[in-house]
């Protein structure tokens, strides 16, 4: 069955820590791949995705994401975290007609 | 920018009430989805439709219908609402990747649902 797993549920920083965010996906078809980002009080943005070429994906606000066939995974990573970073993150795969599947979510908090 | 709109942030309704939250997108899409955010559950598909008048049902459809009358429009029902279907409602659309597109989806802000 197509799955979507998150290592971590809840996550805890400080600032300038190092960040990297598991995430390991079950789908046997052509791979898509997301991580979506929700800030307090906002709504789920897009942060990066990959659906071809380099398999190390760069998105916004420093964040990057590195797919690894061999493992199926998708980790997120920032080398260092601001406070601003708080937020919860989800991981996804698109699968087949257009559906995602999300993670659980990995909430992050950084300490100021 | 893709703007989808959501017709209500909070809503509080009694049970057994008839709830209608609604959903618009801007951007022409094709497809769009009506998922239920719960902490520790992420995200959870209730209904999605590919096109006016069509509709599929999610993982979790028991308690909702959709209608998609216009192609920028779609509204989740609940035709009696429980206190179970207490919950964050996102509305989401997307480009057919037929198209050559990713198929992203693109979120609204979310209606917090409340039933008392």
């Known amino acids: 069955a197509q799955s979507v797993s998150q290592h971590n549920h809840h996550v805890i920083l400080s600032e300038a820590a190092s960040l990297e965010l598991g995430c390991n996906y079950s789908y046997g078809g052509t791979v898509n791949l997301f991580w979506y980002v929700q800030y307090p009080g906002q709504h789920l943005q897009l942060l990066l995705k990959y659906f071809s070429g380099d398999p190390l994906v760069k998105g916004i606000k420093g964040f990057e994401a590195e797919f690894i066939k061999s493992k199926f995974s998708f980790n997120l990573r920032k080398p260092s975290v601001q406070w601003s970073d708080t937020a919860e993150y989800f991981c996804?795969?698109?699968?087949?007609?257009?559906?995602?599947?999300f993670g659980k979510g990995t909430r992050l908090h950084i300490l100021p | 920018d893709v703007k989808v709109t959501q017709s209500s942030r909070y809503l509080v309704k009694r049970t057994g009430e008839k709830v209608f939250l609604e959903c618009v997108q801007d951007?022409?899409?094709?497809?769009m989805f009506w998922y239920r955010q719960d902490p520790g559950l992420g995200l959870r598909l209730i209904y999605f439709s590919y096109d006016v008048k069509m509709k599929e049902k999610g993982d979790i459809p028991e308690g909702y219908s959709v209608s998609r009358e216009k192609k920028e429009r779609f509204s989740l029902i609940l035709e009696s609402a429980s206190t179970n279907q207490t919950s964050m409602y996102l509305c989401?659309?997307?480009?057919?990747?037929?198209?050559?597109?990713?198929?992203?989806?693109?979120f609204g802000p979310g209606t917090r649902l409340t039933v008392l």
């Open positions: 996804a795969v698109l699968i087949r007609d257009d559906k995602i599947i």
């Open positions: 951007m022409d899409h094709e497809n």
């Open positions: 989401a659309s997307s480009s057919p990747s037929e198209r050559g597109a990713v198929a992203e989806q693109f």
